[in-house]
């Protein structure tokens, strides 16, 4: 069955650093990629999407995910991480031939001033 | 557009009764989906429908949970009779369907003692 990793499951940073949340999914062929950000008591929010072209994507706020067919992996990142990033984030895959989304279990996100 | 809109926001119910969850998707969008978040099982997918019809209830958890689209602007999550461990929060999300993105509601917060 397919299935989507996210291997941090808590982080915790200060302002300025820099993120990177892993993320695996393991569907070999076409799919299309999602990163979610859910921020305390809110529902969840397209953070950016990969569908095909330029395997570099670039989302709201800052954050850019990058796929890599050859790894399985659609890795989230931002540069300079700001308190008010505190929030849980979900990798998202479509299922092949459905338009199912499988989420991968969330890593939560906490940014100290 | 008001977005995605699930009513009510918060339910709290005693074991045994009947619980109605209410979802209106964006206008214009033929894809339907039912999602459970819980600390221990994370974001579940439920049911979808696409034109109205569900399409997969694989992740329905047993016959107390029930799903209807009678119409393309309303859709309903009933669980009867209620138990403890339905408490979760319950999004509902629309799509233009075929592996388009979701946009989720604001949830319902759902409590059952």
């Known amino acids: 069955a397919q299935s989507v990793s996210q291997h941090n499951h808590h982080v915790i940073l200060s302002e300025a650093a820099s993120l990177e949340l892993g993320c695996n999914y393991s569907y070999g062929g076409t799919v299309n990629l999602f990163w979610y950000v859910q921020y305390p008591g809110q529902h969840l929010q397209l953070l950016l999407k990969y569908f095909s072209g330029d395997p570099l994507v670039k989302g709201i706020k800052g954050f850019e995910a990058e796929f890599i067919k050859s790894k399985f992996s659609f890795n989230l990142r931002k540069p300079s991480v700001q308190w008010s990033d505190t929030a849980e984030y979900f990798c998202?895959?479509?299922?092949?031939?459905?338009?199912?989304?499988?989420f991968g279990t969330g890593t939560r996100l906490q940014v100290f001033p | 557009d008001a977005g995605v809109i699930q009513s009510p926001r918060h339910e709290v119910t005693e074991m045994g009764q009947e619980v109605t969850l209410r979802c209106k998707p964006i206008?214009?969008?033929?894809?339907l989906f039912w999602y459970r978040q819980t600390m221990m099982r994370g974001l579940e997918l439920l049911i979808y429908?696409?034109?109205?019809?569900?399409?997969?209830d694989s992740g329905m958890p047993e016959d107390r949970f029930s799903a209807k689209m009678p119409n393309a602007s309303f859709s309903t999550l009933k669980i009867q009779p209620s138990e403890p461990r339905d408490s979760a929060v319950y999004f509902c999300?629309?799509?233009?369907?075929?592996?388009?993105?979701?946009?989720f509601g604001p949830g319902t917060r759902l409590l059952v003692l």
């Open positions: 206008s214009g969008h033929n894809s």
């Open positions: 998202a895959v479509n299922a092949p031939n459905t338009d199912k989304l499988i």
């Open positions: 999300a629309s799509s233009t369907g075929q592996k388009e993105t979701q946009y």
């Open positions: 429908f696409n034109n109205n019809v569900p399409i997969d």
